[in-house]
């Protein structure tokens, strides 16, 4: 991985020419709000960008030409989708720049502004209508029109106005002043756009006339006739927007794919009142692109998915890190499709399905991407950083991304088909018999299981019981014992290691004696007195074996360790004896 | 060449042809100086963006110029290397209103300079900094620092600003390549 990684990194640096980059170009913007266009039709395509500037203050649309900023226009509300679209057959033909913001679309031409599509208004609750309507008529106070608007909240199946949310928000004093200024207007429910995309109408020409697609936060999609903005189509989702792919021909033949809050994505097509298909994800969606027939979709999860146009996954790939932002590259000359990944971990990853081709390194976490003609160049990649920066990057003419399957996804060599052997009769017999027989064969297996042990529990007590082990396990005296027989024979010594484990009890009154067979050894001193035992020290004792037997055969030593008035030996020790191979070479 | 064109030539009559490769990155204004170079009677008006190549001819004082005028847009910049082997002298046309471009006009010239038909040759280069009219336009100073034109060691270059349009600077270009080729003939 790390290997792949570095010649990735190498690579970056004959593919891409830095242009430029600005790191306080001020520009806080997300790649839904980023347009290519060539919008003064000289063949020198600029940037617009809906820039959300600090918080709710300072939401500019900029349009940059080359490195620098060509003109700002301020923005009312908060932008959510900036697009460049031609409206109509006349010429010259430049397009103009749809902004959506809260419920409207703003339009401009020339840079500046023409038109603004307002959301039809939704219908709004009767009750929450009379409710209002008494406050206007001086009928209820403040605060019994707050009992009742909340009272209807709670229960109503139509949501309240965006005017009696804010009421409800308000401070007790500030409530008087806020029902006599809005009291007089006419109640309004307004859902706002989420999400914006165009659709072409009846051309697939690269500038043909375009619809615009937007959905909004009550769950509808809308495509809009680009001379008139009237709704030519209506569709319901079953959760809200939050991004969109389009393509296709309005006239003809068309997809929406939409991601929406509740994880699904759902694909539209042309005349179907409900989506066609749907994919279910178990977490949210940030990214969505469409490449060739595939659908690309980014989860908050760090994983991206590949998915057929009727809903059908196709892979999956685990990425390095959160996904900022995506957007697709598209190389025309060559018609290459791939996929830019944003990631939160300074790089931005370049897909072509699953295989990644190149990781670019930025300066700062990129939070929009957008690739496209731009000035004069074809193949440009624009990013804006978290901080506000602008980083410019240009295609090399010579670049070439190489397809290999990157490390990946499961190795090639997993998909080779191993030389199975075909299934004999034995090996079927026997299948057969173990499938039949199974509890038979279980209980029978079983049994001998609990024999063994049972077996193996009363060996384990009766080595208890006798102190055969060679580490005592009484608590009094806790102690080791092991003993190294040195020497070939027929003389041997025997040095028996003794060892207080204990933390600080030191042993007394300890006695070590032997057990043999009287008639094959001879120990000079068979009986000792232990010495008084410091805990932690190693004690070695020393002792000489004689073996008197001539034939060439050895016996077990035992070596009992007791303790003074006692029968029970605390520690038993068995000596295997060697071979006296002494004797027999003499 | 027999004595008949060397009396010609030494009067005058016949000058010495030189070919001419002119690069340089799309809209940098390489057609619209070649035209500006032919004599009056032979300008076009309009400029269009050129496809593939052109062959324009003109004459200085002493020599007359064959010029491969290259189309400089992207899918068309493969075909400069095919002419290398011809050009005895390389005019390079860069937009310097053009600051996002500047890197594609660096990453141009190397290619051309480790080129195998142009490394081992002493072939003069003359830069041509155009559209120095423009507000926002960079110095040729500026121009020749963001290519890194003094890394160019084993070639004799050159840079003027000009103006295609009027026609500013071109002349004192000229002039220059043609003392370099005459330097070179000898």
């Not at chain 1, 401009?108 to 929450?128: C, D, G, Q, S, V």
């Not at chain 1, 189509?233 to 809050?261: F, H, K, W």
């Not at chain 1, 608590?475 to 290691?497: D, R, S």
Request: proline fraction near 5%.
């Amino acid at each position: 991985m790390s290997s792949s990684s570095e010649s990735n990194r190498e690579g970056e640096s004959s593919k891409w020419l830095d242009a430029h980059y600005d790191p306080v170009a001020g520009l806080n913007t997300f790649s839904s709000c980023i347009a290519l266009a060539d919008l003064h039709g000289d063949g020198e395509y600029k940037m617009v960008v809906g820039d959300m500037g600090n918080g709710p203050y300072n939401m500019k649309l900029k349009v940059y030409k080359g490195t620098s900023l060509l003109s700002e226009n301020a923005l009312l509300d908060m932008p959510t989708g900036v697009v460049a679209f031609l409206m109509d057959q006349n010429e010259p033909r430049t397009p103009a720049v749809a902004v959506a913001s809260g419920p409207f679309i703003y339009v401009y031409k020339n840079l500046r502004p023409y038109f603004k599509f307002t959301l039809p208004a939704l219908e709004f609750n009767a009750l929450e209508k009379e409710v209002w309507d008494q406050a206007k008529e001086d009928k209820i106070d403040p605060l019994t029109l707050k009992e009742m608007l909340e009272g209807i909240r709670d229960k109503a199946e139509i949501p309240l106005s965006v005017r009696s949310l804010r009421y409800l928000m308000l401070d007790p004093q500030e409530m008087e002043a806020f029902v006599n200024t809005y009291k007089q207007l006419p109640l309004k429910r307004q859902t706002v756009i989420t999400c914006m995309a165009t659709l072409k109408k009846n051309m697939s020409d690269k500038d043909a006339v375009c619809c615009l697609v937007i959905g909004t936060e009550n769950g509808e999609i809308f495509i809009l006739d680009p001379e008139a903005f009237t709704i030519l189509t209506r569709v319901s989702l079953p959760n809200v927007p939050t991004l969109l792919d389009v393509n296709g021909q309005y006239d003809i033949e068309y997809r929406v794919t939409v991601a929406c809050r509740n994880g699904s994505v759902y694909i539209l097509r042309r005349d179907s009142k409900r989506p066609k298909y749907s994919i279910e994800l178990n977490s949210q969606v940030v990214g969505l692109l469409r490449v060739q027939k595939n659908i690309i979709i980014g989860t908050s999860q760090e994983i991206l998915y590949g998915y057929s146009q009727k809903g059908k996954r196709l892979w999956t790939v685990t990425l390095p890190a959160p996904i900022m932002t995506m957007s697709l590259l598209e190389q025309k000359s060559r018609s290459i499709q791939t996929v830019l990944v944003g990631l939160k971990n300074l790089e931005v990853h370049l897909y072509r399905d699953k295989n990644l081709l190149s990781i670019i390194s930025t300066p700062d976490i990129v939070t929009s991407v957008c690739f496209g003609r731009y000035g004069r160049e074809d193949d440009t990649l624009i990013m804006t950083t978290k901080g506000g920066g602008l980083i410019i990057k240009i295609l090399k003419r010579t670049a070439q991304f190489e397809g290999k399957d990157s490390s990946f996804g499961p190795p090639t060599r997993q998909s080779i088909k191993l030389n199975v052997p075909k299934k004999t009769k034995l090996y079927v017999d026997q299948t057969l018999r173990e499938r039949e027989n199974a509890v038979a064969m279980h209980r029978v297996f079983q049994m001998d299981l609990y024999r063994l042990r049972l077996s193996a529990a009363r060996a384990y007590v009766k080595a208890l019981d006798a102190s055969l082990s060679p580490v005592s396990s009484t608590m009094q005296e806790p102690l080791t014992l092991n003993a190294i027989v040195q020497g070939i024979g027929p003389h041997f010594k025997l040095i028996l290691n003794l060892q207080n484990t204990s933390q600080n009890r030191p042993s007394m009154q300890l006695l070590i004696s032997f057990l043999y067979d009287e008639r094959l050894y001879q120990l000079k001193p068979a009986f000792f007195k232990v010495p008084l035992l410091v805990p932690g020290l190693n004690y070695p004792i020393e002792t000489f074996i004689e073996c008197c037997s001539d034939k060439g055969i050895s016996d077990i030593i035992k070596v009992f360790v007791l303790k003074e008035g006692k029968s029970t030996p605390l520690i038993t020790a068995h000596i295997s004896m060697p071979v006296s191979e002494g004797l027999v070479v003499a | 060449m027999g004595l008949f064109d060397r009396l010609a030539s030494w009067l005058g009559l016949k000058k010495k042809e030189v070919h001419v490769l002119c690069l340089g990155l799309d809209n940098s204004g390489k057609t619209t100086i070649i035209n500006k170079l032919k004599p009056a009677n032979a300008q076009t008006q309009d400029i269009v963006p050129t496809i593939g190549f052109s062959i324009e001819k003109f004459k200085t004082s002493s020599l007359s110029f064959t010029v491969f005028d290259m189309s400089g847009q992207g899918r068309y910049r493969n075909l400069w290397e095919h002419y290398y082997k011809e050009g005895q002298a390389i005019i390079f046309v860069i937009d310097s209103s053009d600051k996002l471009r500047m890197v594609v006009a660096k990453e141009e010239l190397e290619t051309l300079l480790n080129h195998a038909d142009i490394m081992h040759r002493r072939i003069p280069i003359l830069f041509f900094a155009n559209k120095m009219d423009l507000r926002d336009s960079l110095s040729s100073v500026k121009v020749s620092q963001l290519l890194c034109l003094e890394n160019i060691k084993d070639k004799p270059w050159h840079i003027c600003a000009s103006d295609g349009l009027k026609g500013e600077g071109l002349q004192e270009g000229v002039d220059w390549l043609q003392d370099q080729i005459q330097a070179m003939k000898t």
